[in-house]
């Protein structure tokens, strides 16, 4: 009898931003967490893998495009990202990839465009709210229904920091 294992190689680095320190997370090469500081739903330390050096190859393209985001000089990520989350969720985490920087839209809209009734706005919150790759996944695009600037994982002044350096908020 053979069993089948997957080994996953799993590190992170700590980089500082206009947010505070940021913790990068891959698997494997590609960009599984983008974590803030107090952030909720954090996974435990062990799931972080090891710390590696800042300076890390596998965390090149992340770091340079996140400088260039809080530089003003970069509006999308291009990044190979590899979320942990249910297939639910990463529907969720995909549409928000297709917010475009600057704009906003809500709960109710994204469960729509996945197909889905309104009363799966909820739904949509709890997935939003469990994105692990905040920034990067544009979460912090995610609205109410009545334009209010609802929860925020990594804290409603982070969201507030964010759609003011997008335009968003004036």
């Known amino acids: 009898m053979t069993i089948n294992t997957v080994t996953t ?29 107090a952030q909720r739903h954090l996974p435990p330390d062990a799931r972080l893998g090891d710390e ?3 300076d890390d190859p596998v965390f090149a393209g992340a770091v340079r495009e996140l400088r260039e985001y809080f530089a003003g000089d970069r509006t999308s990520f291009d990044l190979d990202l590899a979320p942990r ?3 639910f969720q990463r529907a969720v985490w995909l549409r928000l ?14 469960a729509a465009d996945l197909g889905l009734p309104p ?24 609205v109410g229904a009545n334009g209010a600037l609802t ?3 990594g804290g409603l002044d982070r ?9 968003v908020l004036v």
């Open 9 to 37: 190689t799993t590190v992170h680095t700590v980089i500082d931003s206009p947010l505070g320190a940021l913790t990068l997370v891959a698997d494997d090469g590609r960009l599984a967490a983008l974590y803030m500081t």
């Open 97 to 110: 990839r297709e917010i475009p920087f600057g704009v906003t839209t809500t709960y109710g809209t994204i």
């Open 85 to 87: 989350g249910s297939d």
């Open 151 to 153: 929860g925020y994982a």
């Open 159 to 167: 969201k507030v920091w964010l759609l003011e350096h997008e335009g």
């Open 52 to 54: 590696v050096s800042v």
């Open 119 to 142: 009363s799966a706005a909820r739904a949509v919150g709890g997935a939003v709210g469990r994105n692990p790759l905040g920034v990067v996944v544009p979460c912090h695009r995610v």
